[in-house]
Structure formats: structure tokens, C-alpha cells
């Protein structure tokens, strides 16, 4: 998708969508109004007909006649001034599935008036919600299907009213393509089906995102062998099961100049949770290749991180498998060692990302970070807790919870801090071991993983993010992540490691 930005309209509107915000209280301003005058009052008229009054998810469409009339108009409200980076990227979101139904390949996205400063931030929300809203994964469906579903919008012109902040609104498309770029990446890892994208193959991604940066990032991949040796004994349970030999990976950029910083990132890489010998009933498996929907933020996040250039010398760890039952399978009941010597109870196979996580943790936690961030898909408490578009955060560092909040509220990932209260620290000690991988109460098993988790990291500023809702769309309930994979996570992630 092509992405220009301009003080004039394009001359030719035929054929195109011509999207107009709606501003809650005052009508039509700016381009928007501009554009009115050259439509004969036309777009007014249409609004006040239409009583909008400008709220957030008000919308029109019309189709007007004449022969250099666009072929749609479509009017947003985009709520009160002043225009916010999530009004923003639901108007190019929303305005863009619209054009794509309407199988017009060209969109012209007239802004209203933006607060000073604040050009680069809105246009890079503006053109994620563009790219992101577009975003389709239609590998598998032959021609006649995909044809049935819209085409995809092949341009944008985006019209603003200050020719003075051109620039900048240039710089914040740029950044929005990188971000979206990431974010894109983590989706088509996801969408894969689990015969595709099994441990091997994201260990071969990643290794291919190594070789177009080779000077900015190195990679060191730890096979069953490597993994034995080292005593990545919770990695190398859940992937006993599987015929799918496991991998850990571990990333890393360097930036040119002296770091100002280390960050850790690891991912739950269960490529497919069947559940193990703790099989999961058919309809709750049918998801389960998203299970690797951690690593594939942290694949995303370095597909783009070289070109971002952060002064940050980041790590990105994932352990890599897939949780199969069969004769080799882990059994409930049974006792392993993570590498840190902690002793595990295993008592149910399907808790088993906290029993991978433990490995990859402490593999970060011994790369001595300022902060280390997990993304995982780790339980369907959490999921029932705060819904399917809300991650849950758990952390021991209050200063990191303010950077992360911070960074997912500008990027339009929502997410939700819960506690880690010591009182239930004994839920997750086990008669027999140092730790049992399941609580044993029905209450609080996002909690509960949280503080296994906990068991892992040593004194590291940590902060543990549970994407099980929103790693997949269900419904295009967020204009931004249509149906399918989200690639939750990633834009946060990158958001944090700029702002350090
Ligand atoms: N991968 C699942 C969690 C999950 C659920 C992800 C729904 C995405 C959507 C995880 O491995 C799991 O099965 N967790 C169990 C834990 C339980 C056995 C303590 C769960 O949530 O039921
Ligand atoms: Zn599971
Ligand atoms: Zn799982």
C-alpha cells in the first residue's frame, strides 16, 4: 500500500473513496470543509441530513453522481478535539475496510486540524490503522474467494491542512510503515498453520531476518543437544510428546553507537498446544497454532528493529516446541528441572508454556537486562478476566508498568495491569517439588501463571504481558485487527525499547 501525504486533494477523485472526519461539535472544518465547498455543500448537507453530530462510530456513506465526482463519500466521526492517535487510527482503519468492500483500490483520507506537535504521532497512527486495517491473509483461499471478500486498497492519499508540518507528518507515515511492517510480519507467522510453522521453521525465520541485517544482529539457535547441555529440562519436557525437534533462539541487536540500555524479550513459541496427555476438548483446540503468537512479536519486532535503530541493545529469546501427547509425552504427575535447578511438578501437560517460559526466563535473566518483557499466550484465565482485546500485565517493576502502559496506549494495544500478591505465592508450591504447574483453585490462573513466572526471573525488572485474548481477532471488533492474528504486542514492544 502506497502512502502520500499532501496540503492539496489528488486531482482525480473518480474511482477513489474520499473519506471526511466529522468533528464532535463543530461540523466540518479544515480540508474537510475545504473539500465541501468544491462538492456544492454537498457532504453538509449529507451530515446534517444524516444528523451526525461527530461521535466516535457515527458514519455515512454516499454515493454521488457527476462525472469527476469520487465514486464514494464516506463521513466519520472522529469524536472532540483534539484529534487523538486512537481516533485516528480508527478513521484510516475503518475508511480503508470500506473502501476495500467497495472494491475501490484508491483512498483519499482528508484529517481534520491536529494539535501542534503532535503531526508525526497522529500520521503514524493514521497510516498503522491503514496498512493494519487492509492486512488480509489469503495464502490458502483460491482466486474466486478472495475476490468475494473486496480487494485490497492499493493507495492512500492522505490530505492535511498545514503545509508547514508536511515533513513531520512524513516522518510519522515512515515510522507507521516499520511499525505496521512488524506487526505484519508476527500476523503471517501466526495465520501459518501449525503443519507450516513448527519450531524448525521459525528457528529458519528467524535466522533469515539475521541475514538481511547481518551487521546489526547476530543469532545463536540451541537444538535438542545444545538445549540438553545447557538443562533446558522444562523446554525439553513439553517438546518430548512431539516429533517436532524444539529450538531456543536467541537474538540479538547491537546498536552502532554505546547502548543506553539492555532489553530482554522472550515469547511463548508453543507452535501447537493440543493440550498434551491433558488433551484439550476439540473446540478448544481448533485455535491453538496462535500459541506461538509471543515469539512471533518477538520475530516481528526484529524484522523491523535494525531499521528503527534504536540506541538499545535488545535481546529476543523464545523457546520453541510443540505439546503433543504420545508414548514419549510428559505425564501429569511427573518431576523436571529448569534450567535455573527448580524443581517442577508437572500436573497438568496443558500448563505447559509457564514450563517452557521458566527456561527461556532465566536464560534472560542471565543477560543481566534493565528490563525484560515476555509476551505469551498463557491462559484462558486471562482471557476471562479482561476479555478477548485486553492483555493482561503483571509485573515487579512499577516503573516498567508505567513505560509499557504508556507505550500499548500509543500504540492502541490495550492492556490491563493485575497484581502479584505474595499471599498467593504458596498456590503454586508443590508437595513433592519446588513448584507445581498448576494452582489447584479455580480463581486467578492468570495470576497464578504470573507468579510461576516470577520463579524465573531473579531480581530482573520483569514484566510478564498474557496475550491469550488479544493475539487473535475473532471478530473485527478493533477496526485495526481485522479477523485473523493481530500481532499483538509488537508495536508496544517497539514503542518501549524508542522511549528508552
Ligand atoms: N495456550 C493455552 C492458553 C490459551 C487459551 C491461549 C486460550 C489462547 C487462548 C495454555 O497453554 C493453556 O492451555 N492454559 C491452561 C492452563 C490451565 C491448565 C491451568 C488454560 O488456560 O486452561
Ligand atoms: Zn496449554
Ligand atoms: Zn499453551
Known amino acids: 500500500m502506497k502512502i502520500t501525504v499532501a496540503q492539496k486533494r489528488p486531482d482525480k477523485l473518480s474511482g477513489s473513496l474520499v473519506a471526511v ?10 480540508v474537510a470543509a475545504d473539500f465541501d465547498g468544491s462538492m456544492r455543500g454537498l457532504v453538509k448537507e ?19 453522481t457527476g462525472k469527476d465526482a469520487p465514486a464514494s463519500i464516506a463521513l466519520y466521526g472522529i469524536g472532540k478535539e483534539p484529534f487523538s492517535g486512537k481516533a485516528a487510527r480508527k478513521y484510516a482503519a475503518d475508511a480503508v475496510r470500506l473502501a476495500s468492500k467497495e472494491k475501490l483500490k484508491r483512498l483519499v483520507l482528508l484529517l481534520p486540524d491536529m494539535g501542534e506537535g503532535e503531526e508525526e504521532a497522529l500520521l503514524q ?13 489469503e495464502k490458502y483461499k483460491s482466486e474466486g474467494a478472495i475476490g468475494k471478500e473486496g480487494e485490497r486498497v492499493g493507495s492512500v492519499s492522505v490530505v492535511i491542512g498545514d503545509a508547514a508540518v508536511l515533513a513531520d507528518a512524513r516522518k510519522g507515515v515512515k515510522r507507521g510503515e516499520i511499525y505496521s511492517r512488524g506487526t505484519e510480519f508476527a500476523r503471517e ?30 543469532m545463536k539457535l540451541m537444538d535438542r543437544a545444545a538445549l540438553k547441555k545447557m538443562g533446558a529440562g522444562g523446554l525439553l519436557a ?11 533462539i ?113 536464560y534472560g535473566a542471565r543477560l543481566e537486562p534493565d528490563f525484560m518483557i515476555d509476551l505469551a499466550t498463557l491462559t484462558g484465565a486471562c482471557v476471562v478476566a479482561l476479555g478477548q482485546e485486553v492483555a493482561g500485565l503483571m509485573t515487579n517493576s512499577d516503573g516498567l508498568a508505567d ?31 519446588d513448584l507445581k504447574n498448576i494452582s489447584g483453585s479455580k480463581y486467578g490462573g492468570a495470576i497464578t501463571a504470573g507468579l510461576f513466572l516470577k520463579n524465573f526471573v531473579g531480581d530482573t525488572a520483569w514484566a510478564h504481558l498474557d496475550i491469550a485474548g488479544p493475539a487473535w481477532a475473532e471478530k473485527d471488533t478493533v477496526a485495526h485487527q481485522p479477523r485473523g492474528a493481530t500481532g499483538f504486542g509488537v508495536r508496544a514492544v517497539l514503542r518501549f525499547v524508542e522511549s528508552l
Open 403 to 433: 513505560r509499557l502502559l504508556e507505550a500499548s496506549e500509543a500504540e492502541g494495544e490495550m492492556i490491563w495491569r493485575l497484581p502479584l500478591p505474595e499471599e498467593y505465592e504458596e498456590l503454586v508450591k508443590s508437595p513433592v517439588a
Open 46 to 64: 449529507l451530515s446534517k441530513r444524516k444528523k451526525m453530530n461527530g461521535k466516535t462510530g457515527e458514519s455515512v456513506v454516499s454515493h454521488p
Open 125 to 137: 497512527a493514521v497510516t498503522e490503522g491503514a496498512i493494519l486495517g487492509n492486512y488480509r491473509f
Open 21 to 30: 472526519p466529522v468533528v464532535e461539535g463543530k461540523g466540518l472544518v479544515g
Open 189 to 218: 507467522l501466526v495465520n501459518e498453520p501449525a503443519c507450516e510453522m513448527t519450531p524448525g521453521r521459525l528457528a529458519d525465520l528467524a535466522k533469515s531476518i539475521v541475514a538481511e541485517n547481518p551487521k546489526a544482529l547476530t
Open 250 to 362: 536467541h537474538l540479538k541487536y547491537k546498536p552502532a553507537g554505546k547502548p543506553k540500555s539492555r532489553v530482554v524479550l522472550v515469547g511463548k513459541g508453543i507452535t501447537f498446544d493440543s493440550g498434551g496427555l491433558s488433551l484439550k476438548p476439540s473446540q478448544g483446540m481448533e485455535d491453538m497454532k496462535i500459541d506461538m503468537s509471543g515469539a512471533a512479536a518477538v520475530l516481528g519486532a526484529f524484522s523491523v528493529i535494525a531499521e528503527l535503530a534504536p540506541d538499545v541493545e535488545v535481546h529476543g529469546i523464545a523457546g520453541l516446541c510443540e505439546n503433543m501427547p504420545s508414548g514419549h509425552a510428559i505425564r501429569p504427575g511427573d518431576v523436571v528441572t529448569a534450567m535455573n535447578g527448580k524443581t517442577i511438578e508437572i500436573l497438568n501437560t496443558d500448563a505447559e508454556g509457564r514450563v517452557t517460559l521458566a527456561d527461556s526466563l532465566h
Open 238 to 248: 513439553v517438546a518430548q510428546g512431539s516429533s517436532e525437534p524444539p529450538y531456543m
